[in-house]
């Protein structure tokens, strides 16, 4: 299969090692990756800001980049949901309604597509370490993710997955939430970041960057010994 990457903006600036991984855990598998140049932000942040004019100028570049593109496949599930969930609600009414739908078809978040698109749970890689997980909202409640990144990591050789008690509880990042509410968004990291150093976990693995790094900027400030890893970089065993 050819794969159409979809690197979102967080990845792209500050966690390019996101992506990297990503292709290596693909081309692993043996499909063929392409990474189209041409493609900017996805237009998230003016849709949730309610800018949606805005919102369609972005969006219509990202139509025009993944067209005839076999799959597109993204390591944040709260990017995919723009382009799945929200292309469609974006460009009702419009002319690119039609190829707004086609593209939202042809996405994939990284964990989905290998577990309910290939039918893959095991990519044959070792990862020795205590691991908990945290559930991006977006991933969870727009996308219902949730058992298929388990399952990736259940699979993993020598990995433990130790649950959280807070599992389904936000982040707080929020995107513009964290900016525009950054007291409230620090009480929920709080919260959140509690209950995953008392798992005793060594890493905190999630399907979204952004959540990572509101969740391992909490850590690094408290000196707390637990690391932020994305989903991609365990399975292609990035870790030291």
């Known amino acids: 299969m050819r794969i159409s990457l979809f690197v979102p903006c967080f990845v792209d600036q500050l966690t390019p090692q996101v992506g990297l991984a990503t292709a290596q855990v693909l081309r692993r598998l043996g499909h063929t990756v392409e990474f189209r140049s041409e493609q900017t932000c996805c237009g998230q942040p003016s849709f949730n800001s309610g800018q949606w004019d805005v919102a369609r100028e972005g969006a219509r570049h990202a139509l025009k980049v993944f067209r005839g593109s076999e799959v597109v496949v993204g390591p944040s599930g709260s990017c995919v949901a723009m382009m799945r969930n929200f292309y469609p609600q974006l460009f009702k009414g419009q002319p690119e309604e039609a190829e707004a739908n086609d593209l939202a078809q042809r996405t994939f978040e990284f964990a989905e597509f290998l577990v309910k698109k290939l039918g893959v749970t095991d990519v044959g890689t070792k990862f020795s370490h205590k691991v908990t997980y945290h559930d991006g909202c977006h991933a969870l409640r727009e996308l219902r993710l949730k058992e298929e990144p388990r399952q990736l990591l259940r699979a993993v050789k020598g990995l433990e997955l130790i649950e959280t008690e807070e599992g389904e509880s936000c982040c707080g990042f929020g995107g513009l939430f964290s900016a525009k509410f ?13 209950a995953l150093v008392r798992t005793g976990a060594e890493f905190v693995v999630s399907s979204d960057p952004s959540c990572l790094l509101q969740i391992g900027g909490w850590l690094s400030r408290e000196g707390k010994p637990i690391r932020p890893l994305h989903l991609s970089q365990v399975l292609a065993n990035e870790a030291s």
């Open 182 to 194: 950054p007291m409230i968004s620090t009480a929920m990291v709080q919260v959140k970041g509690g």
